[in-house]
């Protein structure tokens, strides 16, 4: 095959096998031979990667995929001590110092670019929930060859036994603990490559040197076991996912950005899970208890991440006791927050949402900082699909609905199907709301439970909804323990056994 070294304006690329997609000018002045151009089935967009990009992500899957093969000479013991001496570090003042200031710098520059830094910021409570994690992982009894199954016959008998999958690649934004919690993965002998977002990547750069690293060497551990990306530019993003040599590509982050990055994986034939979109539904009952619908919604919304409540629908005939209960609850979120609170209201339930809060201006604080707004504004039933992004601010829709089966019918159609929330005294009505909800997490009380640490005691890589399908054999939390394949071993007693 000849190599791509040149573009010209007008250039017409096919994707998909049924579109064509054209070479603006900018990019045709851009490329040049050594980068790569990858067509994008499912977004229609070219992406240009830079050769400088491909260098630094081929460097880091290149390490990886050596310390993958040099794991298999290391013992479990090893491993558990890697994790060990990662949160010793973390928990060390001195050692944590670099990482706390390489932080402080992250936060600054991202505010002064008015981008959200609510994930940012890696406090006491984010550093001891990493130092957890890493802990966990360290008392795991699992192995990386473990029996998960044995099927005994006359003669012979075969063995199930768990193995390391591979290389995996992980692509996140501004999240300083999933650094710690996606090295879960090498407790089941897999190496792993990071590509963190601009925004963090000063942050994960001091871990590396202060904290991973030296545990790596501690350990006896290879130094490919884990990679950073050291570049901040998406095309490294795009060029990791495009890496065959990846056996997993795991992303999380802003919903737009992980679809295209999967859709870079799945045109490369790499296997991937995506953790994206998220935004939580709370569904009053006809037997909804006031009180628990209140603390439900309050709890829900302590701070904005993927489990965050995004929208409460309650049934018509309870819209006048329950609606002043669900603000309530939003109010009591703002307070906790020391902030005020933003409302969306679907057109056609304005009426049971008091006129004051149509008329009052609050201020409302943004990524960019702090607004004017409308208490309460009427929206589409449309805009039900969308996601708020607040920072301090707490922000949520409301829809008043004529049934239990509607809100559901709503939530199927409208939500990214991931968490949902049934508040009922009613266990048939419970049930019911459990058998025709589409969503993989499905409660009775407040949203923010979901969290594989939280909920599992086991640290998560990433929640994944159900809005681009369901998973085969794997449950919704993707863990480090759930990053393996499956061997078979036989092991035949009867010599002159045959079929």
């Known amino acids: ?50 050769a400088a990009q491909r260098a630094i992500v081929d460097r880091a899957v290149t390490s990886a995929t050596s310390g993958f093969v040099d794991l298999a000479e290391v013992d479990d013991q090893q491993i558990t001590e890697f994790f060990d001496r990662f949160a010793g570090r973390l928990g ?14 992250d936060v600054a520059q991202a505010a002064a670019k008015g981008r959200s830094t ?12 990493m130092i957890t994690g890493l802990e966990v992982w360290r008392d795991a009894p699992l192995g990386r060859d473990d029996a998960i199954a044995r099927h005994d016959h006359d003669g012979w008998t075969v063995q199930a036994r768990r193995a390391p999958l591979g290389v ?26 990071f590509r963190i977002g601009s925004d963090a990547l000063t942050t994960a750069l001091a ?29 490294a ?49 006809e037997r909804a208890d006031g009180d628990r619908l209140r603390a439900a919604v309050g709890a829900s919304l302590d701070r904005k991440v993927c489990n965050t409540a995004n929208v409460v629908a309650v049934p018509r005939a309870r819209a006048p006791e329950l609606v002043p209960r669900v603000l309530e609850g ?48 009427i929206i589409s039933q449309r805009e039900l699909a969308t996601e708020w992004e607040w920072e301090t601010s707490p922000e949520m ?24 929330s049934i508040i009922s005294e009613d266990t048939a009505e419970r049930d019911n709301f459990y058998r025709r909800v589409d969503a993989p997490f499905v409660g009775d009380a407040f949203t923010r439970w979901v969290d594989g640490q939280y909920a599992l005691d086991t640290p998560e890589l990433g929640l994944s909804n159900w809005e681009r399908g369901r998973m085969l054999g794997r449950g919704p939390i993707l863990s480090g323990d759930s990053v393996f394949t499956v061997r078979y071993r036989a092991t035949v007693e009867q010599a002159d056994l045959r079929r």
Do not use: K
């Open 92 to 105: 060390d003042a001195a050692a944590f110092a670099h990482i706390a200031s390489a932080n402080e710098h």
């Open 118 to 129: 609510t994930r940012l910021v890696l406090d006491d409570r984010m550093r001891d929930g």
């Open 168 to 193: 995996v690649g992980f692509v996140f934004e501004g999240r300083p603990n999933v650094f710690a919690d996606a090295c879960g993965v090498v407790r089941t002998g897999n190496s792993v490559v």
């Open 330 to 377: 939003l109010d009591a979120a703002a307070v906790a927050r020391s902030s005020s609170a933003r409302l969306h209201v679907v057109e056609g339930s304005e009426a049971w949402v008091p006129d004051e809060r149509f008329r009052s201006t609050v201020t409302i604080e943004r990524a960019d900082g702090a607004h004017e707004e409308s208490a309460a504004s």
């Open 237 to 285: 993003g795009h060029a990791l996912f495009a890496d065959r040599r990846l056996a997993l590509a795991v992303a999380r982050g802003s919903g737009r950005a992980v679809a295209e990055l999967g859709a870079v994986a799945a045109q490369s034939g790499t296997p991937v899970s995506l953790h994206g979109t998220g935004g939580a539904w709370i569904v009053a009952g």
């Open 397 to 420: 829709t409301i829809v008043v609905t004529d049934s239990v089966d509607e809100a559901v019918d709503l939530c199927n159609r409208y939500s990214p199907r991931f968490v949902t």
């Open 207 to 235: 871990i590396v040197e202060h904290a991973l690293r030296p545990a790596l060497a501690e350990a006896g551990l290879p130094v490919g076991t884990v990679s950073l990306v050291e570049s901040p530019e998406r095309a």
């Open 1 to 50: 095959m000849t190599p791509l070294t040149t573009l010209h304006a007008g250039q017409q690329i096919v994707v998909g096998g049924d579109h064509v997609l054209t070479v603006d000018a900018e990019l045709a002045a851009a490329f040049e031979a050594g980068d790569a151009l990858i067509a994008v089935a499912d977004t229609q967009r070219l992406l240009h990667i830079p």
